[in-house]
């Protein structure tokens, strides 16, 4: 269990007395060969560098206490500690120190990313006994943990890599940071549309929405007679879909835009209704109101189709239709007809979502059912039940539709791609 103490407590000060007002949190074991001097020495050292985290390790039998600066509130910019560190190759054969690699150790922290994007990059702010040599995460380059397989805050174990100058104890303080950019969604020029009813995938200019042409789309093995969801993918460069047989089952394919091929990933357990990807290639679905989970926000997982409910939307009436939202990586949500239309928004980083707001219907017909919605380099384009496109404006609070120009046919799922 993770203690709050102060500098004080290692002087004697009972930890009950100080749990509310201490600076730093404690995991593990604190080598028992410090004294308290050193120990407190060692912790003044490390509030004083600001770093976010530190860690004291015994080489010979591997005892590691690890520390957080409480008084961090970004806690090292994009990154907590979610668990007590360890020393891979403290102890044991290195208990003595000797031979070629007897004085390099390997000090593994489990982290957790809270915000930010990039591969984690370890910042030295100081040490004590020890020499960084630099990072790896198991071994290897770190990689992107930007989301884990539902979209959530992802968790990777980051080695600290360094040598000794003595075999004693030894302190390391290092921050976390981003060794690269924030991924961007990238600008669109061309709007795909796939059918409600029937096997056609349209091309539109993104910006009059002129109609360019016309594919026909193919499932191997399988009927198709509509679709109910299309997405572009900007982590692959490619679109995904959802499709009907003839059978009603709904299956998650790989479109091929070019040729209209559609490559069967897997058969959806339930009716998902619209789908979105987000910047960094998380799938997600809407349940229809046929579906047994209706109105659920779930992730689907891009290899079986698979699905994990991560939230509960609420309002509307007919229709589901959902995009993703670069400005704020969130999941814009539309549904419901004739006045029982709602808005909703989803934040993707803290798994909360808004509560359904009504919009305000700037032309005629703006209320019908929305079948489909993309971001569109500045604003949201959907489709409704009556073969229209709109476009959602305004925001939290004053959201509004409008309708702006025919489409060919009835339009389900749309994207915006490059």
Same mark, same amino acid.
């Given at each position: 269990?993770?203690?709050?103490?102060?500098?004080?407590?290692?002087? +004697?000060?009972?930890?009950?007395?100080?749990?509310?007002?201490?600076?730093?949190?404690?995991?593990?074991?604190?080598?028992?060969?410090?004294?308290?001097?050193?120990?407190?020495? =060692?912790?003044?050292?490390?509030?004083?560098?600001?770093?976010?985290?530190?860690?004291?390790?015994?080489?010979?039998? $591997?005892?590691?206490?690890?520390?957080?600066? =409480?008084?961090?509130?970004?806690?090292?910019?994009?990154?907590?500690?979610?668990?007590?560190?360890?020393?891979?190759?403290?102890? +044991?054969?290195?208990?003595?120190?000797?031979?070629?690699?007897?004085?390099?150790?390997?000090?593994?922290?489990?982290?957790?990313?809270?915000?930010?994007? $990039?591969?984690?990059?370890?910042?030295?702010?100081?040490?004590?006994?020890?020499?960084?040599?630099?990072?790896?995460?198991?071994?290897?380059?770190?990689?992107?943990?930007?989301?884990?397989?539902?979209? $959530?805050?992802?968790?990777?174990?980051?080695?600290?890599?360094?040598?000794?100058?003595?075999?004693?104890?030894?302190?390391?303080?290092?921050?976390?940071?981003?060794?690269?950019?924030?991924?961007?969604?990238?600008?669109?020029?061309?709007?795909?549309?796939?059918?409600?009813?029937?096997?056609?995938?349209?091309?539109?200019?993104?910006?009059?929405?002129?109609?360019?042409?016309?594919?026909?789309?193919?499932?191997?093995?399988?009927?198709?007679?509509?679709?109910?969801?299309?997405?572009?993918?900007?982590?692959?460069?490619?679109?995904?879909?959802?499709?009907?047989?003839?059978?009603?089952?709904? #299956?998650?394919?790989?479109?091929?835009?070019?040729?209209?091929?559609?490559?069967?990933?897997?058969?959806?357990?339930?009716?998902?209704?619209?789908?979105?990807?987000?910047?960094?290639?998380?799938?997600?679905?809407?349940?229809?109101?046929? +579906?047994?989970?209706?109105?659920?926000?779930?992730?689907?997982?891009?290899?079986?189709?698979?699905?994990?409910?991560?939230?509960?939307?609420?309002?509307?009436?007919? $229709?589901?239709?959902?995009?993703?939202?670069?400005?704020? #990586?969130?999941?814009?949500?539309?549904?419901?007809?004739?006045? +029982?239309?709602?808005?909703?928004?989803?934040?993707?980083?803290?798994?909360?979502?808004?509560?359904?707001?009504?919009?305000?219907?700037?032309?005629?017909?703006?209320?019908?059912?929305?079948?489909?919605?993309?971001?569109?380099?500045?604003?949201?384009?959907?489709?409704?039940?009556?073969?229209?496109?709109?476009?959602?404006?305004?925001?939290?609070?004053?959201?509004?539709?409008?309708?702006?120009?025919?489409?060919?046919?009835?339009?389900?799922?749309?994207?915006?791609?490059?």
């Amino acid at each position: 269990m993770p203690i709050r103490f102060l500098v004080a407590l290692l002087t +004697g000060c009972a930890a009950d007395d100080l749990a509310d007002t201490s600076p730093i949190e404690l995991q593990g074991e604190v080598p028992s060969d410090l004294t308290a001097a050193e120990l407190d020495g =060692l912790t003044q050292d490390f509030l004083a560098s600001g770093a976010a985290f530190g860690v004291v390790v015994d080489p010979t039998t $591997g005892d590691v206490a690890s520390f957080a600066n =409480l008084d961090r509130s970004d806690n090292s910019a994009d990154f907590s500690q979610i668990g007590a560190a360890t020393c891979l190759d403290c102890g +044991g054969a290195n208990a003595t120190c000797t031979g070629p690699a007897g004085f390099t150790r390997q000090i593994q922290v489990p982290l957790q990313r809270n915000t930010g994007s $990039g591969a984690v990059d370890v910042v030295y702010n100081g040490s004590s006994n020890w020499s960084p040599t630099g990072q790896s995460c198991n071994g290897a380059a770190c990689p992107d943990p930007d989301v884990d397989a539902t979209g $959530g805050p992802a968790a990777l174990d980051v080695d600290l890599l360094g040598s000794l100058n003595t075999c004693s104890s030894f302190g390391v303080f290092f921050d976390t940071d981003d060794t690269v950019a924030a991924p961007t969604w990238p600008a669109t020029t061309r709007l795909l549309a796939c059918q409600r009813n029937g096997t056609g995938l349209q091309t539109y200019d993104d910006g009059g929405l002129v109609h360019l042409g016309s594919i026909t789309v193919t499932l191997a093995g399988v009927t198709v007679v509509g679709c109910n969801g299309l997405a572009y993918d900007p982590t692959e460069d490619s679109l995904w879909g959802v499709y009907r047989d003839d059978v009603a089952a709904r #299956h998650l394919v790989r479109v091929d835009e070019s040729t209209g091929v559609l490559t069967l990933v897997g058969t959806l357990s339930d009716r998902i209704a619209s789908i979105a990807v987000d910047v960094d290639g998380v799938l997600y679905g809407d349940i229809g109101d046929g +579906g047994t989970n209706a109105n659920q926000l779930v992730v689907i997982d891009k290899t079986n189709a698979t699905t994990t409910s991560i939230f509960q939307f609420t309002g509307g009436n007919d $229709g589901e239709a959902i995009a993703y939202d670069p400005r704020d #990586h969130s999941i814009l949500r539309l549904s419901g007809r004739l006045g +029982g239309n709602v808005v909703q928004k989803f934040d993707i980083a803290t798994r909360t979502g808004t509560s359904p707001e009504v919009p305000s219907f700037l032309t005629a017909n703006a209320n019908e059912e929305a079948l489909g919605v993309t971001w569109n380099n500045t604003q949201f384009t959907y489709t409704n039940l009556d073969g229209e496109f709109g476009e959602v404006g305004g925001g939290p609070g004053a959201f509004t539709l409008s309708i702006i120009e025919p489409s060919t046919g009835t339009p389900r799922g749309i994207a915006a791609v490059p």
